[in-house]
């Protein structure tokens, strides 16, 4: 992707004056990235106004050229944005086809915009001014579902549910707790895709093919212009480097592994055997042979579409694992792996945001499911524990009391108190106030835990959280 000489032909490639003959038609085929790039056209038109500015700034070209080459520059974004043009897909790439149609446009100051720099450090430069308008917009897109759960979790802080570990039933908690628990995994995605914005905003333009210009460029003048904190340090390492994009897709790959993960209890909370939740008919589909059918496919293809996430990523990884420096044809291919995964999970993370929040929870069925297990059995080693008995000992004797009730088919609850006596004289009556399972959620009153007061303090913290960082 070096730069090259200019042909009298405005739209033919870049690099085409050193060949005496065109390329095969399969090889341009095979070779062009514009229907893959041409998302970029907006940032490459961005890039390209500022460096125009940096080159009349720097007194390389005249006032008069740079302000021809943003008009020019202006009325393509214009036609783009009204549709009045279309990307030309014979173009090599969308750098090719904006410089094309701007000299097309205004004539021979066109040709000066590529002056004093590279497709090598162009096109870095154009994926971090397109992950600075994305990564934004995804963050707000998750702070949209931390909102949502947050509001659905303070109407259900007195409704309990079985808490899991190996999914067998472990303690109660609240529904409430369960999805504070979805909300706070996802503040650490926003704060991810906020750090990574650090390493995003670090201009690369003026690095050239590999060894900067020997021309009077200030990269720390367009840096500024384009809104980046401050430009990378190395040429070499400036047009080599997808760090950044790894680093998204890796971030990526977090968002989408929650959101899998939520799906996953989501399609096991709507069988019939937990009948925890009823998605709306709107986010739902049917059968084409069970006529009783309602399926959660919209939680299924987010779970099944992580795959794809975790494939992009390793792809970008694959790519760079043992490219030398500075600029190999093997990192052409990083948009692709790099947009599907942007693509993808922007995607879920919106469609997850309508089916959760339209969907119905039967707390009954919640509540009910507490019934069983034997929830409260870590409640009657505390119990004992408050008696003074060591932890380890009661623990034991609490095992003793549910191998008991197994024995008579009843509940920890259902023992009579000569029943909990013959497995420790310390457990009195009062035994029966600690072990119903709305009782054992109010005792767990540490920071964190899901007792209602606790709950709340953690609304009301994502709440705080969202406000802030918006």
Excluded at 120 to 129: F, K, S, V, W, Y
Excluded at 339 to 357: G, H, K, N, P, Q
Aim: glycine share 6%; charged share 25%; hydrophobic share 40%.
């Amino acid at each position: 992707m070096e730069h090259g000489t200019h042909t009298q032909d405005n739209h033919a490639a870049l690099w085409h004056g050193r060949f005496a003959e065109g390329p095969d038609a399969e090889a341009v085929a095979f070779e062009t990235s514009i229907h893959v790039d041409e998302r970029m056209a907006l940032d490459d038109i961005r890039g390209s106004r500022a460096h125009a500015a940096m080159l009349s700034h720097a007194g390389i070209i005249s006032d008069g050229e740079a302000q021809q080459i943003i008009e020019g520059l202006d009325s393509i974004q214009k036609d783009l944005e009204s549709g009045a043009l279309k990307i030309d897909y014979s173009a090599e790439d969308i750098h090719s086809f904006v410089e094309a149609t701007l000299t097309d446009r205004i004539g021979e100051p066109g040709k000066k915009v590529h002056t004093g720099r590279s497709r090598n450090d162009q096109i870095a430069l154009d994926e971090r001014l397109y992950l600075c308008r994305f990564v934004p917009d995804l963050q707000n897109r998750i702070l949209t579902l931390i909102s949502a759960l947050t509001d659905i979790a303070s109407k259900h802080t007195k409704d309990i549910m079985p808490g899991y570990t190996h999914m067998q039933h472990a303690q109660p908690v609240t529904l409430a707790h369960h999805l504070c628990a979805w909300s706070w995994m996802l503040t650490r995605d926003w704060e991810r895709l906020e750090d990574a914005l650090k390493r995003i905003r670090i201009s690369p333009i003026g690095a050239g093919a590999l060894a900067g210009s020997g021309l009077p460029l200030d990269r720390r003048f367009e840096a500024t212009q384009l809104g980046f904190d401050k430009i990378t340090m190395n040429s070499l390492d400036s047009v080599s480097d997808r760090d950044y994009c790894i680093e998204i897709a890796a971030a990526l790959s977090l968002v989408q592994m929650h959101l899998s993960r939520f799906c996953e209890e989501v399609v096991l909370w709507s069988t019939t055997e937990f009948a925890f939740i009823d998605l709306s008919e709107k986010w739902s589909t049917g059968s084409s042979i069970m006529p009783q059918k309602k399926n959660p496919d919209f939680a299924e293809l987010i779970r099944g579409r992580t795959g794809r996430v975790y494939g992009d990523l390793m792809a970008l990884l694959t790519m760079m694992k043992a490219l030398p420096l500075a600029y190999d044809r093997d990192m052409q291919e990083d948009k692709q792996s790099l947009f599907d995964a942007c693509d993808i999970v922007v995607s879920c993370v919106s469609i997850f945001t309508y089916m959760i929040s339209s969907a119905k929870w039967n707390t009954k069925s919640m509540s009910d499911a507490c019934l069983d297990g034997f929830l409260n059995a870590t409640d009657v080693a505390d119990y004992l524990v408050r008696k003074g008995l060591p932890f380890r000992t009661a623990h034991g004797v609490s095992a003793h009391a549910v191998r008991l009730a197994i024995e008579k088919g009843v509940r920890l609850e259902e023992l009579s108190i000569e029943e909990f006596k013959s497995c420790s004289e310390l457990i009195e009556k009062d035994i029966f106030d600690i072990i119903p399972p709305k009782a054992c959620v109010n005792a767990r009153t540490t920071d964190g835990g899901p007792s209602e007061a606790k709950v709340g303090e953690q609304i009301s913290a994502l709440r705080e959280f969202t406000k802030k960082v918006k």
